[in-house]
């Protein structure tokens, strides 16, 4: 999640990698670390940027509950957004730099962006 590159967002390939790297792991019962830095979700992408969110949070079910594995979330300054809103906060250790700004736009900037999804009531 290189935060040089559009602040590090999470758009449908950002997406597409991080589930084939937890499904690629829950295959061969590995443990997964992931570093994040990013500045939340793709808006240009719409919906099929948000939808990342739940299709790493399906890849991270099966991988924790259903097969036990291990996860290890690390947080670099900043991660915000709907990286904060999935794999960023289901590890079962989630560490943070030092003074880390993480954050997450809750229903307000949702509604704002003009689109339909609410995640946190």
């Known amino acids: 999640m290189d935060f040089q590159f559009m602040g590090g967002s999470m758009g449908s390939v950002v997406g597409e990698k991080i589930t084939r790297l937890i499904e690629y792991a829950t295959n061969r019962s590995l443990p997964v670390i992931i570093v994040c830095a990013s500045g939340g979700a793709r808006m240009q992408e719409g919906s099929l940027s948000l939808m990342q969110m ?13 097969k036990k ?4 979330s690390i947080l670099t300054s900043p991660t915000t957004g709907g990286v904060t809103a999935s ?5 079962d250790i989630i560490i943070a730099e030092p003074n880390a700004y993480i954050a997450f736009a809750a229903n307000k900037y949702l509604i704002y962006r003009n689109q339909v999804f609410s995640l946190v009531t």
């Open 54 to 66: 739940a299709k790493i949070s399906s890849a991270s079910f099966n991988y924790q509950s259903d």
């Open 69 to 72: 594995l291990f996860y290890v």
């Open 87 to 91: 794999f960023g906060m289901l590890g």
